[in-house]
């Protein structure tokens, strides 16, 4: 019953700025990881910037220092802050997330994506 409902994407100028929010909702115990990943035409789905509870923080070289990505508990929701868009980071974006159920256990679902586009 948990879903993962992307918002946020759209056109965008190169240079500019955008906030894509994922929303969470369901049986979530709490949260282990969260993650966003982008798939550009004709290219492999990669990942672009990744934290865990553990204090993992994996972030692909083309966005350090442009990406962040941050969580808030009380609206079981996670953002991605772009800044200084390139045409480069076109693609359909994908959130994940990493939880535990009521029952203890650890799953992960994906969000259905939101379309990024970046051009003059």
Do not use: H
Not at 15 to 37: F, Q, T
Not at 105 to 119: A, K, P, R
Request: glycine share 12%; with cysteine; charged share 20%.
């Amino acid at each position: 019953q948990v879903q993962l409902v992307e918002s946020g994407g759209g056109l965008v100028q190169p240079g500019g700025s955008l906030r894509l929010s994922c929303a969470a909702s369901g049986n979530i115990l709490s949260i282990y990881a969260m993650a966003w990943y982008r798939q550009a035409p004709g290219k492999e789905r990669e990942l672009v910037t990744a934290v865990t509870n553990g204090g993992m923080n994996n972030t692909a070289d083309s966005v350090k220092g442009r990406f962040t990505i941050s969580r808030d508990n009380v609206k079981n929701a996670m953002y991605l802050k772009m800044n200084s868009l390139k045409p480069e980071d076109t693609a359909v974006y994908y959130c994940r997330l990493g939880y535990r159920d009521s029952k203890g256990g650890y799953l992960e679902i994906w969000g259905q994506g939101t379309l990024v586009t970046v051009s003059a």
